[in-house]
């Protein structure tokens, strides 16, 4: 089952915060977040796994509420090179088969 | 050290023609998954390979496979190609079999 990111658009001014949601159905091991620019490869932005710790690291951290199958990325004090699309891929269990969100597209402008 | 490499970046076949895309994973990593990214979608998982065994595969039909070699590169095959193969095609590799997948630029496959 995909999971559903929410919202599925943000525009942001720089130096403003944004949540980015991802919802599954589906008893979840791990989270992976990325982020994409247009035209280029997804780049690994964090994982968080099942009974770990909310993670970050600069302006940009992230939690995992397995009671919910809820993953949140918090993305303080946006900068313009935040500008992209965040997908999170979520793992059933401990393999490489990650499914993957439909994105949020994070526009921040000047 | 260099990250994943994809080859070719661009490709253009028509319907009914075979495709064959390669990646090579960081050094040091052992595990190689493919996925197929649909313009304006999320990536979707087609293969991962660990050692050289596959250990998973996606909903995809019988025209796509893959290998994987002893220097743990890997090769995806496309036969029979559609109008709807159409798609950037990312390769990623982690040191482990559930480790972070690192991707590749990808090979943007157009079908016409």
């Known amino acids: 089952q995909q999971p559903v990111q929410s919202p599925q658009a943000v525009i942001l001014r720089e130096g403003e915060d944004a949540v980015i949601n991802c919802s599954s159905s589906k008893a979840l091991y791990s989270v992976h977040w990325y982020r994409q620019k247009h035209g280029e490869a997804p780049v690994f932005l964090m994982i968080l796994l099942k009974g770990g710790e909310q993670k970050g690291h600069e302006k940009i951290s992230a939690s995992f509420n397995e009671k919910k199958q809820q993953s949140s990325l918090y993305l303080t004090a946006s900068q313009l090179s935040y500008s992209g699309t965040y997908f999170c891929?979520?793992?059933?269990?401990?393999?490489?088969?990650?499914?993957f969100g439909q994105g949020t597209t994070l526009q921040v402008k000047p | 050290d260099a990250g994943v490499t994809q080859s070719p970046t661009h490709l253009i076949k028509t319907r009914g023609q075979h495709v064959t895309l390669r990646c090579s994973p960081i050094?040091?990593?052992?595990?190689v998954s493919w996925y197929q990214q649909v313009l304006g979608q999320g990536p979707q998982f087609i293969f991962q390979?660990?050692?050289?065994?596959?250990?998973g595969r996606g909903n995809f039909p019988d025209r796509f496979s893959a290998r994987q070699f002893p220097n743990y590169s890997s090769e995806l095959n496309v036969n029979a190609l559609l109008l709807g193969d159409s798609a950037l095609y990312l390769c990623?590799?982690?040191?482990?079999?559930?480790?972070?997948?690192?991707f590749g630029p990808g090979t943007r496959l157009l079908v016409l």
């Open positions: 390979y660990y050692e050289k065994e596959e250990r």
């Open positions: 891929g979520t793992g059933r269990s401990n393999t490489g088969k990650l499914i």
């Open positions: 050094s040091g990593h052992k595990s």
């Open positions: 990623a590799s982690s040191f482990s079999i559930g480790g972070t997948q690192y």
